[in-house]
Structures are given as C-alpha cells and as structure tokens.
C-alpha cells in the first residue's frame, strides 16, 4: 500500500488542522493505520491509531481530547483532525500502516507515507 500524508500548514496556536492520509494500491480499511510525529532535533513519536475495523482508537497522552482519528473507507482515507493546537504539536506528521494489529512502535509499522509539516505559531 503506498501513503500520501497531506494538509500540513502554519496555524496560530488554538487553531485547527486537518491531516489525510490517502491510500492506494490497496483498502486502507484492512490495515491499521497510525500517526507519528517528530520534531527537529526528537526522535519521532506516537500520535493516534486506528484499528482495521475503525472501532479501536489509541492516543498519545499529549493529543487525546484534541486530536481526532477517523476514516473514510469511501475514499481510501484516514484523517487526523487536530484542534487546539500548541506550539509544542509542531512536527513533521507521518501516516503508516500495517497489516497487524499495530501498537505504538514506529517498527512496527511498514508502511509509511512522505509526512506533512504542520507548524503552530505562540
């Protein structure tokens, strides 16, 4: 399966994003799809995931209550929205999957999209 990550930009903190994560080759529905992020200088780290069938969610301490995982099986889509942005959520946003069960190891997921600059201003 091949991940295009889009809808990366500058917003104020407060503000809002929405991130996709747009599938092809294969049904993003069969796999689990997750978001990481990294910052210059950290290693990357878990955002989200999403399970095979949409009803299992995991969230990073530092997101949950703002950030927002979902998918759109229609459009072969997973979206992160993220709301009530900080300046400490800039990163680089990187969607992945994996066929499994995935957890919150980056190695544990094979497939990776480009990744999104999302950058939030004080």
């Known amino acids: 399966v091949q991940l295009q990550a889009s809808g990366g930009g500058l917003v104020q903190a407060g503000g809002s994003l929405r991130l996709s994560c747009a599938a092809s080759g294969r049904t993003l529905s069969s796999y689990t799809v997750a978001w990481f992020r990294q910052a210059p200088g950290k290693e990357r780290e878990f955002v989200v995931n999403i399970g095979r069938s949409g009803g299992r969610t995991y969230y990073a301490d530092s997101v949950k209550g703002r950030f927002t995982i979902s998918r759109d099986n229609a459009k072969n889509t997973v979206y992160l929205q993220m709301n009530s942005l900080k300046p400490e959520d800039t990163a680089v946003y990187y969607c992945?999957?994996?066929?499994?069960?995935?957890?919150?190891?980056?190695?544990?997921?094979?497939?990776w999209g480009q990744g999104t600059q999302v950058t939030v201003s004080s």
């Open positions: 992945a999957a994996d066929f499994y069960d995935s957890g919150t190891a980056s190695g544990q997921y094979v497939y």
